[in-house]
């Protein structure tokens, strides 16, 4: 998509350029390179012997493992956010909070005041894991809200989130969802308009960067209306990552759904037009379920060199494959996605080589956070980064996971001393559980996958019970 777009001059930085290195068009998705033995790398690390959940309270071992066998039954997560509406009107609200705080909420959440989330980044630290915030802020097609006031609010909120994250660490990052800040119609729209090439050459990185400046562009595809908006959320958008990028905070852009995604990229670039030039601060998400993401990646990677900016990326599966499929039948339009979970591993681990063949030759002119559960990528990122001489803790190359999942994973990961985060939303019970719920709905695979994670635990739970060592 956005080899449409017009460049920038290279007048900021001189890079090397990419074409010394050969970026693939497509890797052929039949063949795939070996991982590492499943559990074990070369280094000595081990997800399989569940030794770092002895950092863990008895009460956190038991709330794993019943919030995990809850997740385990696909009817209940479909039905939960009816199942606490129920539990809320028999219970009242104040006891209702009690126990979403002592258990979903207590799990996968970092807390509402400034003292629990400040708490619980710290608490993270010690365990060698980064804490990477997430405002649970985001908006679908017909959620327009009315006027300027909830997107400007946000932006006051979000400038609260890059303040919170900023302090007591290195390296600190922060997710963000443009549509938290810009309509998701709009971005639906100027979607369909960068299909016509005429519309999206207009839709240039350069003219988004002007208005980010603060001039008055119009867009002759927009309404009146829709140019306002689209005015001012380019203009709080570059407060967001400008305001960022001075407190040492990287951003990274989260990817949402393929109707309003190129719209997304697009703004997203025209951040780090502004921000990336000498390092990456703004990062955009890669949805490895999608056919097009390996050439998406491809694109911008190429589409970034000829700007001359740094690019950091987050790599990810994607999490609304359920619901990307079900438009896609509806609408008779094919369907976005690979067609099974190997397709998905294949293409993941192509984008990923990519990336840290990147890195080993220009070092921090790339970043990538290795977003997943899967141990298997863990493993085989681990292993490519001895193999091109990428230091483990450099923070070049990082490692995520959600608050509350995969802890065998993240924590063991941050005893070896790599860059390891997790992704914390914050803010109080009402705010956040809905969130909570969308997610567990979209990630069902991911949940019902934390069998192994289960298993650990109990025999963490049966070490303390019977004293063993």
Known sequence: MLTLVAPLRRDVLRLPSLCCLSLPRRAPLSHSVPYTTLGTSGDGINFDDGKVFRM???????????????????????????????????????LFEVVMRASVYGQFVAGESLSEIQQCMEKLRKMGICPMLAVPIEEDVGEDKSGEVW?????????????????????????????????????????????????????SIEKLTTVMNGQNNLFSCLTEPENQHFQASLQRLSCIGQYAKDHGVRVLVDAEYTYINPALTLVTMAMMAQCNQL?????????????????????????????????GVKLVRGAYMNKERKLAKEKGYKDPI???????????????????????????????IVASHNEE???????????????QNGGVVCFGQLLGMCDHISLTLGQAGYAIYKSIPYGSVDDVVPYLVRRAQENQTVLQGIRK???????????????RN
């Open 56 to 94: 863990k309270s008895n009460w956190e071992i038991l709330r794993g493992l019943l919030i995990f066998r809850f997740c385990s039954f696909p009817t209940l997560v479909n039905n939960s956010l009816k199942i606490m509406k129920f539990g809320r009107r028999i219970v009242g609200q104040r």
């Open 151 to 203: 997107y400007s609010k946000n932006l006051d909120t979000m400038q609260r989130c890059v303040d919170i994250s900023s302090v007591g660490g290195s390296r600190s990052m922060m997710q963000l969802k443009i549509t938290a800040l810009m309509s998701a119609d709009l971005c639906k729209k100027i979607t369909v308009c960068l299909r016509d090439p005429v519309l999206a050459k207009e839709m």
């Open 279 to 311: 390092e990456p601060w703004i990062w955009n998400t890669y949805q490895c379920y999608l056919k097009e993401s390996y050439d998406l990646l491809c694109q911008d990677v190429a589409f970034a060199d000829r700007l001359g900016i740094c690019f």
């Open 338 to 368: 690979n067609p099974d979970w190997e397709t998905t591993n294949r293409s993941y681990q192509h984008s990923l080589d990519m990336m840290l063949e990147l890195i080993g030759k220009y070092g921090n002119r790339y970043n990538i």
């Open 377 to 391: 990528s863990v493993l085989h990122a681990m292993q490519r980064m001895r193999e091109l001489n990428i230091p």
């Open 453 to 467: 994670e289960r298993d650990l635990l109990r025999k963490e739970l049966r070490r303390r019970i019977f004293r």
